[in-house]
């Protein structure tokens, strides 16, 4: 069965800093793993997504993130975190054999002035 | 381009009223649909997903149903509210098959109030 952890419940962050957020992964064959953000009030945005090729993979937003297989890790990292960064991210990991995705229970960021 | 649908967008609602929410999905056909639902300072639920009209799978017991009465409509019922159903719920689209790769789009989401 898939599974997706992400180890952090709360992140805070001063403005202009940078940004890790930690994705572990289960999975049985090379995953499809995904980020999503979600504003307040808001449905989920995709930020990025990765399937095969190149481990470092660009997103919108100036969000990146990197597949380890040996660590089965998907992290999420931004240089140079802006206000509007404060929200909820989320990581996801499928498919299944029926298309569905597993998400993680998410990681809400607080962005300080 | 694809767009998705929710409405409404915030319900209130008593204890043992029914429920319908419903998502469209434009630009696209023969989608999968999904339900989640999101808890407060939860993460996301699957409820139900659907491969094609009439086509209807439920990941978790509850209070709650779906229909697919056309390809890129998607219903979420109740007949009789719980406190417990209060949330965030979420609908979701991706396409499989077509270079796509199973990128799940989501719908901007009713939450509910059950009072």
């Known amino acids: 069965a898939q599974s997706v952890t992400q180890p952090d419940i709360h992140i805070t962050v001063s403005e202009g800093a940078s940004l890790e957020l930690r994705c572990n992964y289960s999975y049985g064959a090379t995953p499809y793993l995904f980020w999503y953000v979600q504003s307040p009030g808001q449905g989920l945005q995709l930020l990025l997504k990765y399937f095969s090729g190149d481990t470092l993979v660009q997103g919108i937003k100036g969000f990146e993130a990197e597949f380890k297989r040996s660590q089965s890790s998907f992290n999420l990292r931004k240089p140079s975190v802006h206000w509007s960064d404060a929200a909820e991210y989320f990581c996801a990991v499928g498919p299944s054999n029926d298309y569905k995705l597993s998400f993680g229970a998410g990681t809400t960021v607080t962005v300080r002035a | 381009s694809q767009t998705i649908h929710q409405w409404p967008a915030t319900l209130v609602q008593p204890v043992g009223s029914p429920l319908s929410l419903e998502c469209t999905v434009e630009g696209t056909s023969n989608p999968n649909l999904y339900w989640y639902r999101q808890a407060a300072g939860r993460g996301l639920q699957l409820l139900f997903y659907?491969?094609?009209?009439?086509?209807i799978s439920s990941e978790v017991p509850q209070n709650l149903s779906a229909s697919r009465p056309q390809d890129r409509q998607f219903i979420l019922s109740s007949k009789k509210l719980l406190l417990s159903d209060s949330g965030f719920y979420l609908c979701?689209?991706?396409?499989?098959?077509?270079?796509?790769?199973?990128?799940?789009?989501f719908g901007p989401g009713t939450r509910l109030l059950v009072l």
């Open positions: 979701a689209w991706n396409i499989v098959g077509l270079g796509l790769q199973e990128t799940q789009y």
């Open positions: 659907s491969v094609g009209i009439g086509q």
